[in-house]
């Protein structure tokens, strides 16, 4: 049977089955997505057939909407009785202001995840915010150098607030990329990143700036280029007010100009913050170099010098070592005094 021989519709909106009785031979059955698709054509009609019940025509609210390929939603008044959806199959009908699929959907991805209201242990919700809760911020990157990105507008106006973290690009140029942020400026915006891109993000790269669980340097961020003499660097405001604290340590330039280099310190001035290394640099910072301090614990070559040669030579007795030779001659020319 052809569907419009078997539904009527009412000028109130009534869509009514007027076949023949469900479940006998000659019954008429519809899936969903066909009783949508007779209800469209009617809307197309420029006239309501005369000769019809169909009072539904071009001028009259669309009668149905698409949600899914079995789910429909009857909207305008429009409506079906227990009779009609007997003869209705392979789907559902949402009517009477039911809840529209779409807006479902939006409630459900838009719905903001709080610990008052998803908390329940083992459920979606309280998973999706237990890992959404690593995520520091996200964003578009606005701009970026080989070694710094400018974030968008909705990152921290506080100082350093993003030092030290991670920031990841998760999609467009540069997707994958992962570095360690040394200094964060929260007038421009700007990270300074602890190794040089690969491939330069640009503003079609979306980051996410998560936690930073390991730190093995006691200052890191952007130097303000050489100080006073050639072997020095200026580091950033940051770091510490006190005379030589960092005296013995390693300053490693790990991006912008200079990168891979590394100089130990043998001076500090805490008011100047000018670190004057044992080497000059073979490339010289500036203020793109991002650095880090690390504690290395290096003795100094005087203080080798003093345990090697005030070592006790008692304890030289592995053959063929240095440390036995010299013993050896020691008591060889004691012989002859």
Request: aromatic share 10%; net charge negative; glycine share 8%.
């Amino acid at each position: 049977m052809a569907i419009g021989l078997d539904f009527t519709i009412a000028q109130n909106g009534d869509i009514r089955y007027v076949g023949t009785a469900h479940g006998t031979d000659t019954a008429g059955y519809y899936t969903v997505i066909e009783f949508h698709r007779w209800l469209q054509d009617l809307a197309d009609d420029a006239v309501a057939s005369a000769s019809s019940s169909d009072f539904l025509d071009i001028t009259d609210f669309t009668p149905s909407e698409r949600q899914t390929d079995n789910i429909i939603q009857l909207v305008n008044g429009y409506n079906i009785d227990q009779t009609a959806s007997e003869h209705l199959f392979d789907g559902s009908i949402i009517q009477n202001g039911g809840v529209n699929i779409q807006s479902l959907v939006d409630a459900v991805w838009n719905a903001e995840l709080t610990g008052a209201t998803y908390n329940i242990p083992t459920s979606a919700g309280r998973i999706l915010r237990q890992i959404a809760s690593n995520i520091i911020t996200d964003g578009m990157v606005v701009s970026a150098t080989v070694n710094t990105v400018t974030l968008n507008g909705d990152s921290s106006n506080f100082a350093n607030a993003y030092d030290p973290a991670m920031i990841t690009i998760v999609a467009g140029t540069g997707y994958g990329e992962t570095r360690g942020i040394l200094e964060y400026n929260s007038t421009t915006h700007t990270v300074v990143v602890d190794r040089n891109w690969v491939v330069v993000p640009d503003n079609t790269s979306e980051y996410i700036i998560t936690g930073w669980s390991g730190r093995e340097h006691v200052n890191e961020g952007l130097a303000r280029g050489v100080g006073t003499v050639p072997n020095s660097i200026i580091l950033n405001e940051r770091a510490s007010d006190f005379d030589d604290a960092y005296k013995g340590q390693i300053v490693f330039i790990r991006s912008g100009t200079g990168q891979d280099q590394a100089c130990k310190i043998n001076s500090y001035n805490g008011t100047t913050k000018e670190a004057i290394t044992t080497n000059e640099w073979n490339v010289a910072p500036d203020t793109t170099s991002g650095y880090v301090i690390l504690p290395s614990g290096m003795f100094s070559d005087t203080y080798i010098a003093k345990a090697v040669w005030n070592a006790q030579t008692s304890s030289f007795v592995e053959n063929n070592s240095f440390g036995a030779f010299i013993q050896k001659k020691i008591l060889t020319v004691a012989k002859f005094l």
